[in-house]
Each structure stands twice: as structure tokens, then as C-alpha cells.
């Protein structure tokens, strides 16, 4: 799909109308009937086919068996064992800086109870399995500790962690059976909860000089007990939701928040007339097609990967840029044949970035790609857009893991597409310097 409306006017376009913000599939532009995200977004896991984080950089991998189920808004994920987790890409020092005023706010279903935990600053409620759908990083010895949130089908805490100290500084008991929304608003180190749009309890204050946010680990308490059930739109903000923007989300129900702009082809695509240095082997007659090769502007049809390789292969592409490229976020979009048989299909995606210092390959993005692919326009295509952490470098790699063994089964792939901070995908909702 070419979109000759200029950048800036198309960033302007989607944040006049959010709500009327486009889902890019196979060339038909589609109205989503949502609410506008509110501003300060850090971490969005909608669960919609990925584990990626639609608000920043910090995408998910799972552990144990996590499959996506339908949700409340789209799909969500589902936690039934002790194994089942998603971890995120977010370090410590990332998750303390975002310290005693913040807001999550998510779908949750659950299916089990969770233990008896009485609310205060001081205690440890650790000696029982808590259902930790958020977990709150441990804090250090002295002056902070991590928040996090158990849910369960007869109450909600909010934890607090550090050394010998597990205490719910909100405990609220209520009967849960089905999706309910649920936000809590932390400020000023003493958390408040909202139950479908409604404010039902104000906590304690921390003790702790220092609160924080934690969203490294979704769905397990690491060993102090773990969800069970189903969770959507796990969101994390940088400030106090207010309660015309809780009651909002909650209204739009089914609907949830609005995505941003998955661009499947662009003329500002940083990979363009980028030089292919190596392949594991490929069919088509244009290798550098796929990055706008002269010969084949912007792109040939597809890039086609050898056939009669087994199962599990991991089929794969090398370039170069012309100049060094700061890669912020990038789209991908994959074509295959009939479900029953996987054909040009691949479950896994992985992409690299050679880094400057030490001359290697290094992972800017690894995560599965479900399969089949969805019927888009009658065929059977992948699309997807994805954050990654900025990463200055001018050679990339980019890993397919066949799925499926046979004739014909070296993986399509439509687009490839990189691009720098600032661009359409980069900022959907929120006005950048102009």
C-alpha cells in the first residue's frame, strides 16, 4: 500500500481524529469505533496476536504455555498453570524510574481464588500464594519497593515488595466472575482502585520513601504464587488518570483503545535501496527487492525463501544501509498459502543489528508469529508493527523459522520496512515538535 500523504500530515490526521485511526490491512483502510488512549502511555500489552508493547519499546516473551484467548477487547492471554508468564524487555532502573505517581489499568478475568492478606504499610504475605497478575519488582532494604497487583475472583491487592516485605497496602474484597476493568491509581505512594469506571477503595500510604511501577514480569509472583484466568490491555501510565479518562475506557468497552497506525509501505522506509550481503537462499529473481532496489521500486511483489527445507528452518537475510540508521520501530507484512498446510508461512520472527562496538549480530526483536496467518483480503497474511529500543547500525539481519515441511514451503514476505524515531508508527497519537 502507497501513501503519498506526506508525514507530518499524516501524523497530523491521526491525532486530530484518534478515534477514527486506521487499521493499515492489505490496502483497506479500517474506522475503529474506540476511545483515544490517554497521554503518557509507558507499557501497553493489548495481547492481540503478540506479546508486543504497543506503548513503547518494552515487548514480551512468553514462558510456559500462553495462549491467546478472546478477550475483552480483540484477544488477551490466558494463565492456567505455574509455569505461564510474560516477561517484558524493561531493566530495573527503567521500572524505578517511574516512582510514586502512576496508573495501571487492564481487562482481567480470573478464575481462582486468591488468599487472605490484610491491607497495610507494614506485614509480609508471602507464606501464601498470592495470584500475581502484576509483579512487584523487589525493592531495595531500605527506602523503595515495587508495586505490583493480585487478582483473583474474590479480591484485589495491591503488593508491595522489598526484603521480608510483602504487605497489600490496598486490599478490596469483591466477587469477580467475568471481564471486569480494573485501574489503580497510585499518588503520592498511596494507591486508590477503580472497578468498572467506579472508585471503590483508597489504600494506605507506602511507608517506603520510594514506590515504584513494575511491569517485568505478567501473570506469575515468581515463586509467591500465580495468576490464574485471563488478562487484556494490561496498560501502565506515567501519571494520575483522572476519572473522566478510567470511566472512558471502561465505557468503551468491547472497543478498548485505539491502536496506532500499522503502515505496511512507506517512501520514508529507512531499508529502502539498502544492499543485501547475505542469504541462506532465496527463489526470487530481485534478492535486493525487498529493501527498494532500483530495479524494483519500492518493492518487487515478495521475497521468497528456498524450498524443501524441514521444519524449524531458519531461513535468513543480511543488508547494509547506505548510511547508519537509527531503527526505532519497523513493519513486516508475510503472505501464505492454505492453513492445512502452512505454506510460505514462519512462526517465528527475529531481527538483528550488527552493533558498532563489538562487530556482532545482536537481537533487537525475537518474538513467535502465530499461525495460520489471518484471512486479510482473502489471502493469508501477516502484518505487524513493533517498537524496538533505538539502535544506531548500518548492517541488519532478519531471521524466518520455517513453519510447516514440504514442497513449497520457503516463508513470503511482502515488507520489510524500517524506520527512524518520529515517523507515523513512532508517535500515533501524542504531537511531537513539528
Not at 548500518?394 to 524506520?419: S, T
Amino acid at each position: 500500500m502507497n501513501l503519498s500523504t506526506p508525514r507530518r500530515g499524516l501524523r497530523h490526521l491521526l491525532r486530530t481524529s484518534p478515534c477514527l485511526a486506521m487499521l493499515f490491512a492489505g490496502g483497506v483502510a479500517i474506522a475503529q469505533t474506540c476511545v483515544a488512549p490517554p497521554s503518557g502511555r509507558v507499557y501497553w500489552l493489548a495481547a492481540d496476536g503478540d506479546l508486543d508493547d504497543r506503548a513503547r519499546f518494552y515487548n514480551g516473551f512468553a514462558g510456559g504455555d500462553v495462549p491467546f484467548v478472546p478477550g475483552k477487547v480483540g484477544e488477551a492471554v490466558n494463565f492456567d498453570s505455574d509455569q505461564d508468564v510474560v516477561a517484558t524487555d524493561v531493566t530495573t532502573d527503567e521500572q524505578r524510574a517511574l516512582e510514586n505517581t502512576f496508573t495501571w489499568e487492564l481487562w482481567a478475568r480470573p478464575t481462582d481464588t486468591t488468599p487472605d492478606c490484610a491491607e497495610g504499610a507494614e506485614g509480609n504475605c508471602s507464606g501464601v500464594a498470592q495470584r500475581y497478575a502484576i509483579f512487584p519488582q523487589h525493592g531495595d532494604f531500605s527506602d523503595d519497593a515495587g508495586l505490583g497487583l493480585v487478582i483473583g475472583t474474590n479480591a484485589i491487592c495491591v503488593s508491595e515488595h522489598a526484603s521480608s516485605h510483602v504487605p497489600c497496602l490496598l486490599r478490596y474484597d469483591t466477587l469477580i466472575s467475568d471481564w471486569t476493568h480494573i485501574a489503580v491509581v497510585v499518588e503520592d505512594r498511596r494507591p486508590r482502585l477503580y472497578v468498572n469506571g467506579v472508585l471503590v477503595r483508597t489504600g494506605v500510604q507506602s511507608a517506603r520513601t520510594h514506590v515504584f511501577a513494575s511491569w517485568d514480569t505478567i501473570g506469575s509472583g515468581r515463586g509467591l504464587g500465580h495468576f490464574r484466568g485471563d488478562l487484556d490491555e494490561v496498560s501502565l501510565y506515567d501519571r494520575v488518570l483522572t476519572d473522566a479518562e478510567i470511566q472512558g475506557i471502561f465505557a468503551a468497552g468491547s472497543n478498548g483503545k485505539c491502536k496506532p497506525a500499522c503502515e505496511i509501505e512507506s517512501h520514508f522506509d529507512a531499508f529502502e535501496h539498502a544492499q543485501v550481503t547475505a542469504t541462506s537462499g532465496i527463489l526470487s529473481n530481485i534478492p535486493d527487492g525487498l529493501f527498494g532496489a532500483s530495479n524494483a521500486l519500492p518493492e518487487v511483489d515478495s521475497l521468497l525463501f528456498q524450498d524443501n527445507m524441514p521444519d524449524g528452518f531458519s531461513h535468513s537475510i543480511e543488508w547494509h544501509t547506505a548510511a547508519p540508521v537509527e531503527l526505532d520501530h519497523f513493519s513486516l507484512s508475510g503472505f501464505a498459502g492454505q492453513p492445512s498446510t502452512f505454506q510460505r508461512a514462519f512462526r517465528d520472527f527475529k531481527l538483528f543489528a550488527r552493533d558498532t562496538g563489538t562487530g556482532q549480530f545482536v537481537p533487537v526483536y525475537d518474538s513467535p508469529v502465530r499461525t495460520p496467518y489471518p484471512v486479510i483480503g482473502g489471502d493469508y497474511r501477516l502484518h505487524r508493527c513493533a517498537k524496538v529500543r533505538p539502535r544506531v547500525a548500518q548492517d541488519f539481519r532478519a531471521q524466518f523459522i520455517q513453519h510447516g515441511e514440504g514442497p513449497f514451503f520457503g516463508p513470503r514476505v511482502m515488507e520489510l520496512d524500517g524506520f527512524a524515531p518520529d515517523l507515523i508508527f513512532a508517535d500515533a497519537f501524542e504531537s511531537p515538535a513539528p
